[in-house]
């Protein structure tokens, strides 16, 4: 079935994607308000576009009457945002956080959770979080509704626990049980079912088809 969205009702096309652009990953975004209260909600529209500079993003919808999210509202303001990643573990807080609370309403507290001070930014992060990147604010790019942030990251907390090798920056990702989103308002996956699949070069993808025919 072909979906044209130059015919699609606004709205409809946002369903389209978020039913199949699956896995998401969450990020869930800390900022602080005016008066330098913590705010976190989670982001599933995200995602990192460069290594060189290392450039992470996500997108911001506006609230259901069209202002704008307190995220964005905050980071406009201050130029500077804290990105930690979501383990299973805490897929219920996030999701409280994720309530359409009153701005000034720490969500972090309301979680039940820490901020703890960040190092490179005044943002906090979550403690409970494996991941934290410290981020400046590179570029907002106005997307009609919607605004993609791009961040700048400044400095990365990773669990120790969750550091293989330092010198080499090598994490181990299996142990963050990080979760992304999918279909729908409620589905999440869990990245537990994992497969390795190593790279080829192009003189092997020929002897594995010299070895097909043959066979
Ligand atoms: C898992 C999950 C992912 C979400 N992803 C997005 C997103 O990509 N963009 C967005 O605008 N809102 C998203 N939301 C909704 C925001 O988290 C929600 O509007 C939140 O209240 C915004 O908080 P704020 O006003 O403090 O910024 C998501 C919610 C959940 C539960």
Redesign the pocket.
């Known amino acids: 079935m072909l979906f044209d969205f130059a015919t699609l009702p606004p709205g409809e096309g946002y369903k389209l994607m978020v039913s199949t652009v699956v896995p998401r990953p969450?990020a869930w975004v800390v900022t602080l308000d005016a008066e330098g209260k913590p705010?976190a909600?989670?982001?599933?529209?995200?995602n990192a576009f460069s290594g060189n500079p290392p450039i992470v993003g996500?997108?911001?919808?506006p609230?259901p009457e069209g202002s704008p999210?307190?995220?964005?509202a905050n980071i406009r303001r201050l130029g500077e945002f804290t990105i930690c990643l979501v383990p299973n573990a805490l897929a219920q807080q996030?999701?409280i956080t994720?309530?359409?609370?009153d701005t000034g309403v720490n969500?972090i507290e309301e979680a039940g959770l820490t901020a703890v001070p960040g190092a490179k930014v005044g943002t906090p992060r979550i403690a409970e979080s494996p991941v934290a990147m410290e981020c400046a604010l590179h570029q907002i790019v106005p997307l009609g509704g919607h605004n993609l942030i791009l961040g700048r990251i400044l400095a990365m907390e990773v669990r120790d626990d969750c550091v293989l090798d330092p010198a080499k920056h090598y994490i181990d990702t299996p142990k963050l049980e990080l979760i992304g989103?999918m279909h729908g308002r409620g589905w999440y996956a869990r990245t537990t079912d994992r497969m390795e699949i190593p790279r080829i070069t192009p003189e092997q993808w020929e002897e594995q088809k010299r070895r097909r025919a043959a066979e």
């Open positions: 969450i705010n909600a989670p982001f599933s529209f995200f996500f997108g911001c919808g609230r999210k307190d995220t964005l996030m999701n994720a309530a359409d609370f969500e989103r």
